[in-house]
């Protein structure tokens, strides 16, 4: 069975490439548990509704069509987030692409460092639905 070290995924964020700016990040694929236990029987659930969340770091930069310029104004907007293990390889079984469609962004930190460190920024994608592709569109 083949490990993977993540060292080069590619993120898409409403479209853009971010890829170059993030060192960290985790998708959580969830479906809510919703119980549907009757009388006389052991407690029973059925699959309910998505509750994904997709958190990532990106180092800052406010150059146009970079970091700043794509993410500010996502703020209390839905959009769509890609994600994919190994850049520039193509989508397979071993190497799938996860699409969030319709994650919300509640909120940006534009400025978080203290001095002589990395200026970051950390964001958190929520709800949506997620879909996973092992083959090219």
Same mark, same amino acid.
């Not at 770091?57 to 930069?61: K, L, N, R, T, V």
């Not at 079984?93 to 969030?100: F, K, R, S």
């Given at each position: !069975?083949? &490990?993977?070290? =993540?060292?080069?995924?590619?993120?898409l964020?409403n479209?853009?490439d971010?890829?170059?700016?993030?060192?960290?990040?985790? =998708?959580?694929?969830?479906?809510?548990?919703?119980?549907v236990?009757?009388?006389?029987?052991?407690?029973?659930?059925i699959?309910?509704?998505q509750?994904?969340?997709?958190?990532v770091?990106? !180092?800052?930069?406010f150059?146009?069509?970079e970091?700043?310029?794509?993410?500010?104004?996502?703020?209390?907007?839905?959009?769509?987030?890609?994600?994919?293990?190994?850049?520039?390889?193509?989508?397979s079984?071993?190497?799938?692409?996860?699409?969030?469609t319709?994650?919300?962004l509640a909120?940006?930190?534009?400025?978080?460092?203290?001095?002589?460190?990395?200026? !970051?920024?950390?964001?958190t994608?929520?709800?949506?639905?997620?879909t &996973?592709?092992?083959?090219?569109?």
């Open positions: !069975m083949a &490990k993977l070290v =993540l060292t080069n995924a590619q993120i964020v479209t853009v971010l890829s170059g700016f993030s060192n960290s990040l985790e =998708l959580n694929y969830e479906v809510e548990a919703v119980e236990t009757s009388f006389g029987t052991n407690r029973s659930f699959g309910g509704l509750n994904n969340t997709l958190t770091e990106f !180092m800052q930069d150059a146009a069509t970091v700043e310029a794509t993410v500010y104004p996502l703020v209390g907007t839905t959009t769509t987030v890609k994600i994919l293990p190994v850049k520039g390889t193509a989508i079984a071993t190497n799938p692409e996860y699409t969030l319709g994650c919300y909120s940006h930190t534009p400025v978080a460092a203290t001095v002589g460190e990395l200026a !970051m920024t950390s964001l994608f929520t709800g949506g639905t997620l &996973k592709a092992t083959t090219a569109p």
